[in-house]
């Protein structure tokens, strides 16, 4: 039998409609523990590549013949010899196209609300690392918040509905993934924000994203309002668009709030986690949908892929929201947080433009999972 090989894609479509499937995953158990193609329907079997050079006779009977069943390694190579082998064996299977490498790096483009004469707001899910970015149009323009260094997948949307891109945004200056804002910028000449209590030490140009600033696109108009938010890092900036969304970040997200420490000053930016979410967003309409940067768990997803929820139902359900002693809320978030992000120091680098590390450096650099929430 010929083994047909899965793409990143086909296999985000299948997480997205809760499609029961099978995979094994030949890494190493370490890898696997750290880090898995999630899915609500998902079955697994893990069992190094290593363990498989004699042959798969030991675990035929494990592998369903009722299932769809997808072979996944790191890269590619290890998951087709396998399924060569299953296939020999009378099994139909396939292999993930660029293995795990492939997974880490695949956005799919959801839109997740209209704006006003028109205009539309998309969410780019980095399905693979948890990462939300998006992409707000109006009338022919288009703005970019904290998009990822899959630069391309941004041009190539934002033409094949026939808008330039004349804004692009970083929330703040991220530690777990590597930033595509600054290459965005100069590829199509558009206006680079950042926070400027984050940009203390990069190393180009950019246009200081203060408290307060509005940022209008397209003929219409379509307000971008940035909203001081820091607690993450010291300059986490949200915005409120079209007073209808509200991009949170790093700060909060649907299921759990942002981790303080990734620069090394959790005891001093707690309080300032802790200001934003409990005065600054208190202060914002619980209509607002929030639309963070990363999601951690899949059950985080809505029924279209999207990740997002009203700002008056998290401050019912984040338990995050609802720590009513700022002497607790401190011990919770400082003493529940997960390993550090892989790289993160790098990524920080990177970000900066201390360091240029080519794409192959990259792409090792952000292998794993995201860690920016309290657990």
Not at 62 to 70: A, F, G, I, N, Y
Not at 91 to 108: D, F, I, N, P, Q
Not at 155 to 174: E, P, W
Not at 323 to 341: C, M, S, Y
């Amino acid at each position: 039998m010929t083994v047909q090989a899965m793409t990143a894609k086909e296999v985000t479509k299948k997480v997205f409609n809760k499609e029961v499937f099978f995979i094994l995953d030949v890494r190493n158990e370490e890898a696997f523990q750290d880090w898995k193609i999630d899915g609500e329907n998902f079955e697994y079997l893990n069992v190094p590549y290593f363990d498989l050079l004699d042959g798969i006779e030991e675990i035929l009977d494990q592998v369903p013949t009722d299932k769809e069943v997808l072979v996944v390694c790191a890269k590619e190579g290890s998951s087709i010899m396998v399924a060569d082998m299953l296939s020999e064996a009378g099994r139909t299977v396939s292999y993930l196209a660029g293995g795990m490498k492939a997974w880490s790096e695949h956005l799919e483009p959801v839109k997740v609300g209209d704006l006003k004469d028109g205009g539309e707001i998309y969410q780019f899910v980095r399905i693979g690392k948890g990462c939300l970015s998006y992409m707000v149009v109006s009338n022919g323009e288009a703005a970019i918040i904290d998009s990822t260094r899959m630069t391309d997948t941004y041009l190539d949307f934002a033409n094949s509905i026939g808008a330039k891109i004349t804004h692009v945004f970083d929330t703040h200056l991220h530690a777990d993934h590597i930033s595509g804002g600054r290459v965005i910028a100069e590829k199509t000449n558009a206006t680079y924000w950042l926070p400027p209590k984050d940009a203390t030490e990069v190393t180009f140009t950019y246009q200081p994203l203060e408290d307060g600033k509005d940022v209008e696109i397209g003929n219409v108009k379509i307000n971008i309002h940035a909203l001081y938010s820091p607690g993450h890092t010291i300059g986490s900036t949200s915005f409120i668009v079209d007073e209808k969304f509200l991009l949170s970040g790093d700060i909060l997200f649907i299921d759990s709030i942002g981790r303080p420490d990734l620069a090394g000053l959790a005891q001093d930016w707690v309080g300032d986690l802790r200001e934003s979410l409990y005065k600054r967003y208190r202060e914002l309409s619980e209509k607002l949908i929030v639309l963070p940067a990363h999601f951690m768990i899949i059950d985080e997803l809505n029924e279209d892929g999207s990740v997002s929820e009203k700002l008056g139902t998290l401050f019912k359900k984040n338990h995050g929201l609802n720590i009513a002693d700022e002497d607790e809320f401190r011990r919770v978030v400082t003493e529940n947080l997960p390993p550090q992000p892989n790289a993160y120091q790098q990524i920080r680098e990177t970000n900066m433009g201390k360091i240029t590390p080519d794409e192959e450096q990259q792409r090792e650099m952000e292998i794993g999972p995201n860690r920016c929430a309290v657990r």
